[in-house]
DNA sequence: TTGAAAGCGCTAACAA
DNA sequence: TTGTTAGCGCTTTCAA
């Protein structure tokens, strides 16, 4: 048996809320006992009983992560380690522990959520997903349970704390790099339509092609389930049309690996016939051949700042939303269709 | 505030005691009072507190899950979401909530895992991952606490339970293969040394090229660090020997993605000049240029196995280590070298 | 089949 | 600065 509070008030003849101050680092303990109690909890190898203590004060210095429904072929995207060992990184820092949740289904999902809740497993959740109408999101709303979200709400005006990237801006500014190379014919493959990123990508896309008055025909613009058949689909379509585009951009690198393998079955070339630009830089996109041009979101931060978020949002601070700098890797995955220059 | 079991007992008449054996079901209580209090912890949205009852019985219901040292790259390894959601599953399932430690380096693991042991937060332990001279794993069983290594000990001798394939003959198939495609020139890149399932995928394509009479120069058996430039320099290395090889035994996919990938940059077509096969089938050897030749190792169940295992070992019933049954996936990475025979 | 009561290991208000 | 004590919400023994 695990030696208790008690035992170790005994040795040390003192009272057991003496141990439980100097367990807490009080400052109302005199140094003196405070040495003498420590020693003997290491001689005993004494640890406090989480129950014990949660039950007192009813909390558990332990937070919830949620993944995406894992029946998705997306949670393999490499994106999912990475954000967890961001927020394991500062949970860690912080002595809070991660439970995580992999439901299959939403349903599944959400029971989970409810057992984490009401069972005061957790302080607070991490969601790393959202979903319209998705009824955890609601649920933890109106509980009121702390709660961020990595990625965008769907109704910013919920008031819902979230953590992510400028995906616009970011998009914007990675379009314009196909357009400073000189492509006019520009496609777009991203995710299912009702993920904000995707949404948002899509629209620093369009920014970027108007600022620059290029058209682009619908065509152009494929949003497709991610990961599924690397995207195959997608470019079979885009290519086989009568103008089909030199540069794409695509929203995961996981996808685009899969866009470049079918360019390559087709018998095109990455970059030589189209170039591709891309999100996220996951360490694949670092060995590609060619190596991806993609915007470096900094999942490992995304996951850090949100677990910060989240425990000041415990802590009942007030919290806003945060917004993690993207930053563009520039590689070999395009190439340039104007005259004077040639950057591959 | 939550209602407690007590509010319960009040509104339904009866005592606290009662409804806990409602809770727990037991059968020592007549079905009518059973209808009654349930209907009532419905009304009131009771849900049992955790920390309570496992204070009350101590223990949790929990199991922790260890990562690989989180610095390394390769946690970026599908592999991990992989076994992840299989042992998500049957926690589920079994009503068990999953802890996980992302610990950066041997360390920080080391803290997490005693946090979890010593401060009752999980009731087992599954290792993610098997080192040499691992202090956790030799904490774990000084303390005779219940864990499960999924992958293979260094000493089996030691009696740990572990959930594995059969690695070596898995690695033997694989090899001959190969050289019933007329391959005789065949060499090796596996990950660090001091892993088991390095050793024995070697041990197998050892044993196998030994079978055949075919020798094995000691240059063509390359152990690389997982991911590392992505197998760059190993296939730098082998590709300039005097005799290159025709055929490689890789042991990650994701490594085989970076050999193939500093292949094409070198110049070498993949499987036109050199065939490979692989082991894990994540989902990107499926996407893959051409798609992976892998052996699929079952990562989900690798993962669901190791959870019951773990489950059952808590409950102190005698487990026996498992071998997930593994199975090759014959895709368009290798090409045959006889003359009558061209699988390509 | 049910209830009373003690106790799991800790915290925190209050008193000294 | 320290000790006493009640109590967190549940389980479980013992008695009825």
New binding site residues.
């Given amino acids: ?9 005994k040795i ?10 100097v ?2 680092n ?9 040495m003498k109690v420590k020693k003997i909890m290491d001689d005993l190898g ?13 909390s558990t210095y332990s937070i919830g992560v949620v993944m995406p429904s894992s029946t998705d072929k997306a949670l393999q995207n490499p994106f999912f380690p990475e954000v967890l060992r961001g927020i394991g990184s500062v949970a860690r820092e912080l002595d809070y522990s991660l439970y995580v949740s992999t439901g299959g289904n939403p349903e599944e999902q959400f029971e989970e959520v409810k057992r984490m809740v009401f069972g ?1 497993r957790v302080d607070g959740v991490i969601l790393l997903y959202s979903r319209v109408n998705d009824a955890i999101t609601k649920f933890l709303l109106e509980k009121n349970f702390p709660f961020v979200i990595v990625g965008k709400p769907l109704h910013t005006f919920e008031d819902i704390t979230y953590v992510d990237n400028d995906n616009i801006k970011a998009s914007k500014e990675l379009t314009q790099h196909l357009i400073d190379l000189g492509h006019k014919n520009i496609g777009f493959i991203g995710g299912p339509a009702e993920q904000m990123v995707t949404a948002d990508r899509l629209k620093g896309f369009e920014l970027s092609m108007k600022n620059s008055k290029i058209s682009v025909p619908d065509e152009y613009k494929i949003q497709t389930e991610f990961l599924e058949y690397g995207g195959r689909k997608a470019v079979e379509r885009l290519i086989s049309l009568e103008d089909p585009p030199t540069g794409l951009v695509v929203t995961d690198d996981i996808v685009s690996l899969g866009v470049m393998n079918t360019l390559n079955d087709l018998g095109f070339s990455v970059p030589k016939d189209v170039s591709i630009v891309s999100f996220n830089n996951v360490y694949l996109a670092e060995i590609a051949t060619p190596p991806l041009t993609t915007v470096d979101i900094n999942i490992f931060k995304l996951g850090a700042k949100a677990t910060n978020s989240l425990i000041n949002k415990i802590n009942s601070k007030s919290v806003e939303p945060i917004i993690i700098p993207h930053k563009i890797k520039y590689r070999n995955s395009t190439k340039s269709l104007s005259l004077r220059r040639n950057d591959n």
């Fill in positions: 048996m695990a030696p208790t509070i008690k035992e170790v008030a040390a003849q003192v009272s057991p809320s003496t141990v439980s101050r367990i807490s009080s400052p109302r303990i005199s140094p003196k006992t405070k004494y640890h406090p009983n989480v129950n014990a203590r949660n039950l007192a004060v009813n005061n």
